[in-house]
């Protein structure tokens, strides 16, 4: 008997993001972050939300192009709030994390673009790398930079969704990973 759950948020990532500082760069302040993934399955939107993830940004908004920012996410820490699901999807149908144990964004660049950034990052996820663009704000809010965004990945191109799971009438093949990643203002403790 096939289970219904959905797959795969991921990514992962990806999404991730943001900017970058003269200074080091700053850790991910989880307790105000968040990455969450929503597909389709049947054509109803599923969300799920990935609870173990760390990286560090350095972003400076007046030289964006210096940005650096990585993120490490736990792929069997997606949680659709049921553990069977959770299960089946760390399994090797979905993210396959006994053998992928992580994903990882890595942003390459960010430039203006009227009152948001434009990104770019590479999304590693089950061993396959792809580019990812994506629109970020940041905002400055109590000694914090906040970085928002959405971006839509395919999860096929990842290998996400093996055997049955492959059919996009299933599970559609768009993934869209919503994050927000807090850090402390350079020069500002948590």
């Known amino acids: 008997m096939r289970r219904e759950f959905g797959g795969v948020g991921l990514a992962l990532m ?3 993001l943001a900017p970058v500082s003269s200074v080091q760069a700053a850790p991910v302040i989880r307790a105000d972050s968040f990455l969450k993934a929503t597909f389709k399955q049947y054509n109803v939107p599923v969300t799920g939300e990935f609870k173990q993830f760390s990286g560090d940004v350095n ?12 993120l490490d996410v736990l792929a069997s820490s997606y949680d659709l709030g049921d553990a069977e699901y959770n299960k089946e999807l760390a399994g090797p149908d979905w993210f396959a994390a006994n ?6 964004f890595k942003v390459t660049s960010v430039k203006p ?3 948001h950034y434009q990104g770019e990052g590479e999304l590693t996820l089950r061993g396959k790398t792809r580019k990812v663009q994506f ?3 940041v905002i400055q809010s109590a000694g914090k930079q906040i970085f928002t965004g959405k971006a839509t990945i ?3 191109d990842y290998g996400v969704g093996q055997g049955d799971w492959g059919d996009t009438s299933l599970v559609d093949n768009a993934v869209v ?14």
């Open 135 to 137: 629109p970020v704000k």
């Open 177 to 190: 990973v919503e994050f927000r990643l807090a850090v402390a203002t350079p020069g500002q403790s948590k």
């Open 113 to 115: 673009q009227g009152d």
């Open 154 to 156: 395919q999860r096929l």
């Open 59 to 70: 972003f400076n908004s007046k030289a964006p192009e210096k940005i650096q920012a990585n």
């Open 14 to 16: 990806l999404f991730g």
């Open 99 to 104: 053998q992928f144990p992580k994903a990882t």
